[in-house]
């Protein structure tokens, strides 16, 4: 489901619960100020605009930073949208 043939790929009904979050923040989470980055694979980059909408679909509307650059990330900020990290 997460590979269309050698190239990753989001499985387009996949929404993040509160394992994938706690995953995905201890792989490659990292606190900054009152943010949280939630890193993305700097490789794969069809997969950074499916994954901001699976977080804006469960209520978690993330700002995509560093799109161009080796540290692509999903900015979380808000008291709520931490919380629920």
Do not use: F
Request: no cysteine; charged share 20%; proline share 12%.
């Amino acid at each position: 489901e997460w590979t269309r043939g050698a190239v990753k790929a989001v499985p387009p009904q996949w929404l993040p619960g509160p394992r994938e979050l706690r995953a995905w923040t201890l792989a490659s989470g990292t606190p900054e100020a009152d943010r949280y980055l939630l890193g993305l694979d700097p490789h794969a980059p069809d997969t950074h605009s499916p994954l901001a909408s699976a977080m804006m679909r469960i209520g978690i509307a993330p700002t995509l930073i560093g799109t161009r650059g080796s540290r692509p990330a999903l900015r979380i900020s808000g008291r709520r949208r931490l919380s629920r990290l």
